[in-house]
């Protein structure tokens, strides 16, 4: 048996690789015959290697199970790399600068003087109802007016090749330790596609991520002290936070490691005594933080924190409250957050949405429930949404009444045809469908990661790409347009 | 060093030598009752007397049989020094500083918790005891001999060692203390070729035989085992050995001067007395002596460098 890329199915999607049957999309043409040269027999086999690599290099995600307890899974990974020319990526890379930029001014605006309220652009309402918006940040200004430093936002294409953004992380996005443990493994199992392509690097990215967060310093002058703040080795998070940790050189500290002296500081308990922290990149939500301010039973936390970081002695990235703008009513508004902070049109759409808390949006998502994407505010990871076309009339039905209940709660956007990518199954190249979680960081400077981690739902047809419901991952290759040799 | 993980390191290090320990007193426990006479054989029960777990074995258990003792010792999880949960105990304080444990030593360490637990049926037979006990020693060693041969000698390498002989000492100290006081009454000297085979066991269940053959020269008899094992210098497994151990390792460490000073009291107290002068009574006490300052040498250690318990952070705040 063979590959042979005129059976390849790439007509009902956008395909990333293939452009129409037997052929590739110019940047990846020398690509597909080099797949075709190894053979199904040797892909399976090199799919096989990666999974020995993963199980051994100890990359897992953790999941809990119906015992109760919790379990290390290796990370779903499949060999073959998903490729966006370099030119289109530096298009998309202005495109997010650009909106993480007016979210920040946003998030500001909303914790301070609230002007985009008062002139009639975003509805006060919305912001009374936000469930992530914290009143004990407002009159804060964090270190360079930033409040969102580390922002993951998820990007769709549609059928048409256009791309979107689906939604933006605020609060603690994760999968970028994912992002880099798969160029690593395409590193290995995949040497001699390096040798005719040169994908641009991704690995500079823990100390674009550490520059960004001593640059949060309250203490510029000395060398800062940054720390990555876990929840603990049950979180599903875990391995990104250590691995994060080590590869900055920080320490990864638990919120019993720290405490608040009565100077405000923010120390943790060390061998040697007492040691002054300055930066804390937290991968806690905000309810945890400190149990003085939210959560009074949260051991998880550090009392005091919230008191420290508005007294301006320890930078908290992401700031509290940040996570005001991420929700999927906000993310509606994004299109209109642009043009009023920054006065420029959005380089990258936002999927068209229809926010239920207007009564022609609600009586039209209720009408056209069938071919929409019924999505609750503040859930993530897929869970609590309605997917039109897969669903049945009972749950439709059901879905309906909760939107009715609650009107602000929902938005509904039109199901896309998210593009796919051809992925190992069985022995078999078939399409599956893909998203694209880019990384941006913000500080002195703004920076995005050379792609992002691609995640594939590896069930046919699915359009769930989460790992924690059977999603997998592939290595996202930034190529330029004229590949060496080839 | 983050103190949690001076803690986490410190109980890894223990939890794994404890499992060790115990499966050493199980293999030589059922040697020594194939050699001595029915009449007079102590049975399994000095085995609870060791590890102190007499109220909660007896809770689960109406007598001190061979099955019982030997499943509570290596297997039972309600029993917090059985080495299945040492073993469990030393995973989940390795779990949490993986990136100051070299990855072999967590794969092992990982790998020989799964023997303990798959493999538990065959441990607790008679048959497959032996080659069970023996792969668990087998696996502690290893680790230990990777964790000093791989890992980075700085502060968590001295934690580890402050670890691993607070616990040796603690136990070799309780296995002389119920091995030499139930056996035999003393002064009968018909019951001597027992005696010599009691004492070898001693000195067995701390894989001192050989070496107190090569550095002893003499008939092995109680007094110069009470002294090879409390205060033989060289012997890696005697109470000197572990003692002098813990003073290198406190030495190194910073803010040192309470723990060492708790330190020198336990090595004088171990010096002060010369063991094969003191009667059953005397030998007790002495022991109970030894126990008391390892104990307080503990607190120390956690007092000075570890993290307040949950619950107390606020007290020890105002130390920072």
Known sequence: MSIDWNAYPCADFYDELVAEPGCGRPAVEGLLADLEALGPDELVARQEAANVSIKEMGITFTVYSEEGGTIDRTWPFDIIPRIIPQSEWEQVEAGLKQRVQALNLFIDDLYHDQKIIADGVFPREVLAKSVNFRPQCVGVSPPLGIWAHICGSDLVRDGDGTIYVLEDNLRVPSGVSYMLENRLVTKRVFPELFEHYAPLPVDDYPSQLFDTLAALSPRPADYPEVVVLTPGIYNSAYFEHAYLAQQMGCELVEGRDLFVDDDDCVYMRTVDGASRVDVVYRRIDDLFLDPEAFHPDSALGVPGLMRAWKAGKVALANAPGAGVADDKVVYAFVPEIIRYYLDAEPIIPNVPTYRCMDPDSLAYTLEHMEELVVKPANESGGYGMLVGPASTKAERETFAELVKKDPRNYISQPALKLSTVPTIIGSKLEPRHVDLRPFILSADRQQVTMGGLTRVAMRKGSLVVNSSQGGGSKDTWILPEQPEGN | ?320
Not at chain 2, 124 to 131: I, P, Y
Not at chain 2, 144 to 153: C, E, F, K, P, V
Request: aromatic share 8%.
């Open chain 2, 1 to 320: 060093m983050l103190s949690r993980v001076a803690e986490n390191i410190y109980w890894l290090s223990r939890y794994v030598e404890r499992a060790e320990n115990t499966a050493r007193i199980v293999t030589v426990n059922a040697n020594l009752l194939m050699d001595l006479p029915r009449g007079i054989a102590p049975g399994w029960r000095p085995l609870i007397d060791i590890t102190g777990a007499n109220a909660l074995f007896e809770e689960h258990h109406k007598e001190y049989g061979e099955r019982q003792v030997v499943r509570f010792l290596i297997g039972d999880e309600r029993n917090a020094g059985s080495i299945l949960s040492a073993l469990v105990a030393a995973r989940e304080n390795c779990r949490t500083i993986r990136d100051f444990v070299p990855r072999e030593a967590w794969e092992l360490l990982n790998e020989l918790y799964l023997y303990a637990r798959e493999e538990l049926s065959r441990g607790t037979t008679k048959s497959g005891r032996h080659a069970y006990l023996k792969h668990l020693i087998q696996g502690t060693q290893t680790i230990s001999g990777m964790l000093s041969g791989t890992m980075l000698h700085d502060q968590g390498y001295d934690f580890l060692h402050l670890g691993r002989f607070l616990e040796r000492a603690d136990m070799t100290t309780r296995i002389i203390d119920v091995r030499s006081a139930n056996l035999l009454p003393e002064e009968t000297t018909d019951l001597r070729p027992f005696e010599t085979i009691q004492w070898v066991s001693v000195l067995k269940s701390l894989t001192g035989y050989q070496a107190y053959r090569r550095s002893e020269q003499v008939r092995v008899q109680r007094g110069p085992v009470l002294r090879f094992l409390f205060q033989h210098q060289d012997f890696p497994r005697s109470v000197r050995f572990s003692v002098d151990s813990l003073q290198t390792g406190l030495a190194k460490l910073p803010r040192n001067e309470g723990a060492l000073r708790v330190a020198g009291r336990l090595k004088r107290t171990l010096e002060g007395v010369e063991p094969r002068r003191l009667n059953q009574q005397q030998l007790k006490q002495f022991v109970d002596d030894l126990q008391v300052g390892i104990g307080e040498l503990h607190d120390e250690i956690a007092r000075t460098w570890f993290p307040p318990p949950l619950g107390m952070e606020s007290q020890s705040q105002s130390q920072g």
